[in-house]
Structure formats: structure tokens, C-alpha cells
């Protein structure tokens, strides 16, 4: 880190809270070899003292008395440049700027002391937005351009005359009308594309305009030649660079003795890789993370430390290459042996690490979390590390539902089931865990010893009517991993394991929430598109009502029992509900203060699949 320009500070309301924003500068060393990994770091630019420069936006909430902190740093790995930790973690508002006191939620991050940071590592993030961005410079041979030619994949939800592929943000087309450009369509995800005639597409930027239009439910793929490929490998740089600066430098920022990284979804993908790669060790050889939470990640990592690199893309089947586990493991595919931690990058200066996920992420999208926890073949249960914990919340989806749920793109409702209660207990246990060695909660997840990882065509779900069975689902192929020999078996078929059911289609292993141990519904994490194509929506789950009463059921071929068979009253209903609370809380899943909020869900719920038919 060389410099900070500071745009904005200012307080946050009366919360004793202030808000800094600006640039943060770098100056990398390219002979050092905790950057020696960095893809075309030797074809950057060179200041006069042979440092490659870029910057990257700073975001930063931290207490003005330094004394109502906890000590601690909580980096929240940017989502697609957003800021989310306040509305999550708080259960906050949806600005990413607060302003008043009332924009901060609940104050959960600032009563217990927390700082948050954030810092840009994404370049394909638009620019001028509010959001976190890096400035990366541009790989060049020699001096000339590089070109070469990008791709994505898209699946349009309704039928559409163009298409702005959001993968391909970072690069516009440099030959909109060359030959090597190519649209194929198919009608399943991992099906074979058939090309489109040229003459029947155009392409703008990253705007894709087809003849006839898009159909909606079928997958395109489109690639074309682009220029100047961005270093985006230094988004790692800046997230190691300003955690360890804020960690060992910045005093005045406050009195750090422990940096914590949260990351959802793709940002948790990033934390995989950040880990994998060595990034946790900083240029003077320092632990940057004491804990890491990667959350709604699966086994799967992240396309940034590469040419032509698409970080901001979901990566439908297309993010998950071996190793998968942290311990190093065989893989009988390609013979190559190594862990995710288990490997000379990332053996030293390890975090204490959670691993949280839903079901989603064992389910869809080639995510196939069960690898974090057993061997690459899917045959065995392997031991986690001392310092890692692996959580799974069942009945839930990859982000929860708004609140009362409705049908978007699935073929039933979408979950609503809110599983960041428990994230806040969780972060709490990280932070005893590293400044106080106090035992987190025990790790809670499906496995292959008990019967509650079972294989997807051994997954016993009830036959409800006018719900598709999701035996047949596949996981799809792994891909690629460049930093081992002949990629690692690309292309080779991920096994699928995934969560055994109880009679009512709800998962029986892992964290159940009230809402799954006491049940007005079953909860999935998986959802058929619809109109039927036999795909799933990424990253949805459904929830779907239990009959209201045994005439209902009956009138239905509803194999579940119904609400008025399983719970004399709404009364009793809430008392149940309360004692699973209660046991959560005993086990460390749930913060006692949290209860009501979660009781008067519940009683949502009820209102809302009882009293409303």
C-alpha cells in the first residue's frame, strides 16, 4: 500500500459510528514470491522502482472511540462490488451508504464492536456506480495489445430480442462482425450447442441482438475476440494488501489484533481460491485472516486468476475443479494428490475457517458442496482440519426468499427460510474462537457414516403431486485447474451426493432452523424452471405448503400428513417452535436475543399458509 485518498468521512447518524470512503493505492512487487503466482504480472506496466501500481475503492465503518471496539476487523468480500454486511448481519435497510441510525438495523456489527471494511478486487464491477471496484492495468506483450477471444454462457428467463451478457461486462467485442465470433443454442445446460448462422446475431459491446429473439429456458453460449486482458489476478493482491495493512499499520483506523473475511456466494468462491492460492500470507510473510467464513460457496472456486477472467459470473457448472477438500486427498481421476489447504501455498498462516452452505449448493450448479467433506470420488467421509468447521442449513436456499414468499422462475414458491440468524451466532463463535480459543459449535452437516449424504438417485422424496421428482439431476463436469498438470481431469463427471429427506421432503442432517424442525411446509433447495425445460433455477430453492387439513390432503393424494394433524392449535404450533429455538440456542446456533424475531416469523408463516386459505 502506498498512499490513501480519502473522498468522504463523515458520521453515521448518533451510532458513535463513522464511514470512510475513497482510493486505496498499491505498488506490487513483482519479484516477490508471494506474488509470483499472479497471471501476467510480468506483462504489467513498471513504475521507476520496477513496482507494478493500480488502486482500488475503499469503503470503511469503524467506531470513533477506539475503546468500543472488539479488536477486530471484519472484511466482507464484496459481492459483484455491493456492500451487504450491514443488511445481512444487521438485518438492515438496503443501502449500502447509511446515513442515520435507522439505516444501520438492529446495530448487531456495531454493538458488539466489529469495524467493517471493504475494498474493490473486481474489475468487471461498472463503473460509476456505487460499488467496489479495482482500476487493474492491462496485460500487454511487449507493449502491443493482447486480443483473444472470451466466452459465456446465459440462460434467458423470458424471451428477449438481445441479451446484455453480464459475464462478458468486462469486455466489449473488438470485431463485432469477425469470423471467429459463434452463438450456439441448446436445450439443456450440459447439452450440445447447435450454432446459430452469423448472419442471424449481432453483438455491441457485450449486447448480443438475435433474429427471432431468445427463447426463454434454453441455454446460448457466445464468444468472440476481445482486447487488453485487465491483470485481474491483483484483485487478490488488494483484498491481502489492505487486510494486512489495516491489520499491522493503520493504528489510527483503530486497534486491530485480528482480521476476519466474510464472503457469500461468489465472494465465498473467492475466499476458496484466495486460500488455495497462498493469498492468506502477505509480501512480509504475515498471517493476513485469523478467520474466514465462506459462505454458499460449495466445493466450487472462483475464474480470477487468469487471463480473460469472468469473476463476475455465477459459474454455472463451471466453477469446481479439483482439489475440493482442504485435506490432500488422491484423486483417482487425474493422480494428482493435494488439498486446499494441503498444498505448499497455503500450508502456512492458516485461518480458523467456517464452511456454511444450503442446500443449493449440494444440489445445483455444479457447486457440489458434499466435496468439501469427502473424498473426490464421493465414496467416503474424510476428517475435517482442526481449524475448520463445515455447517449446512438445511431446508434452505443460496439467499433467503423475501418475506411473504412468491413464484418468480421456479415452478413452485420460492424459500423463504432465513438462515442469517444463525450466521450471526456463527461470526460471534469466529471471534471467541480466534481471541479467546473458545470452541466454536460442532460442525453439523450430512455424511456418508450416518445415511444423511445419500446419492441423488438413492434421495427418497415424497411423490407430491405436481412436483417433479430430482433424482435425475446431474452435477455436470469439473473443470479445469491450472495449477495442476493437465488441468486435473477437466471434463471429468463431479459426483453428485446430496442431503437425505425425512417422509415430508425436509432434510434431516445439519442445522434445522424452526422452520424445517418445525414444519408448516416442505423446504427445498432445488426448484425446476419453469415453464418445464427439466432444468433447475440456479440458486433456487421452493417451499411447498403442506395441506391445511386432512379432507385437503385427501382431496390432494398429498402423501404428507396435514397441518391439522400435526399440530392441535397455532398455539401449539408456537410452542414447539420455541423449543427448537430454545435447543438451537443451547447448541450455539441461534443468539438468545434472536428468538422473538424468529417466533413472530413463524407466526407469520402460519398467518400466511393457514389462516389466509
Partial sequence: MTRVD??????????????IAGTIHFAVDPGNPHNAIIVD?????????????????????????????????????????????????????????????????????MRYGFTVAWVGWEFDVAAGSDRMRIQAPIATDAGKPITGIVRATFTPSA??????????????????????RQLTVRSSFLGKGEPIARDRWHVKGHTIALEGGFEAGKTYEVSYRAANPPIAGLGFVAMRDFSSWLKYDRRDMGNFRYAYAFGASQSGRF??????????SDERDRQV?????????????????????????????????????????????????????????????????????????????????????????GSADVELPDNVRVYFFAGTQHAPARFPPSKNAGQQV??????????????????????????????????????TLVKVGD??????????????????????????RDGAGAGA????????VDEDGNERAGIRLPDVAVPLATYTGWNFRDPSTGELVSLLGASIPFPATRAARAAANDPRRSIEERYRSQEEYQEKVEQAADALVLRGYLLIDDVPRIVQRASDTWETIVSSR
Fill in 271 to 280: 475466499l476458496r481460491e484466495f486460500l488455495y492460492e497462498g493469498f492468506n
Fill in 41 to 109: 504480472l510480468d506483462k504489467a506496466p513498471r513504475n521507476a522502482d520496477g513496482r507494478v501500481e493500480f488502486s482500488a475503492d475503499l469503503y470503511i465503518m469503524r467506531p470513533k472511540d477506539a475503546t468500543r471496539g472488539n479488536g477486530s476487523v471484519l472484511v466482507e468480500v464484496s459481492n459483484r462490488g455491493g456492500r451487504g454486511a450491514i443488511r445481512q448481519f444487521n438485518r438492515g435497510g438496503p443501502t449500502p451508504d447509511p446515513e442515520s441510525d435507522g439505516d444501520l438495523g438492529d446495530k448487531f456489527l
Fill in 159 to 180: 424471451a428477449a430480442p438481445e441479451m446484455v451478457v453480464r459475464d462478458l461486462a468486462g469486455y466489449d467485442a473488438l470485431e463485432p462482425e469477425g469470423s471467429d
Fill in 289 to 377: 485472516f485469523d478467520g474466514v467464513m465462506a459462505h454458499i460457496a460449495g466445493a466450487a472456486r472462483i475464474d480470477l486468476n487468469a487471463r480473460w477472467a469472468t469473476p463476475i459470473s455465477v459459474g454455472v457448472h463451471g466453477a469446481t475443479a479439483f482439489p475440493f477438500a482442504d485435506r490432500a486427498l488422491a484423486d483417482p481421476i487425474s493422480g494428482a494428490r493435494e488439498g486446499l489447504l494441503d498444498n505448499p501455498r497455503a500450508r502456512e498462516h492458516q485461518p480458523k475457517i467456517f464452511y456454511t452452505n444450503t442446500p443449493v449448493e449440494y444440489w445445483g450448479d455444479g457447486r457440489v458442496a458434499a466435496l468439501v467433506h469427502t473424498t473426490p470420488d
Fill in 493 to 500: 463427471p463431479l459426483p453428485l451426493l446430496v442431503p437425505a
Fill in 459 to 484: 434421495v427418497t422424496f415424497p411423490a407430491i403431486p405436481g412436483v417433479r421428482s430430482p433424482r435425475d439431476v446431474s452435477a455436470g463436469p469439473r473443470v479445469a485447474n491450472p495449477l495442476i
Fill in 414 to 451: 420460492d424459500n423463504p427460510v432465513d438462515y442469517w440468524w444463525t450466521l450471526r451466532a456463527l461470526l460471534l463463535a469466529m471471534h471467541r474462537w480466534v481471541s479467546a480459543g473458545t470452541a466454536p459449535p460442532a460442525s453439523a452437516y450430512p455424511t456418508l457414516k450416518d445415511g
Fill in 6 to 19: 480519502i473522498a468522504r468521512r463523515a458520521d453515521i447518524g448518533m451510532s458513535g459510528y463513522e464511514k
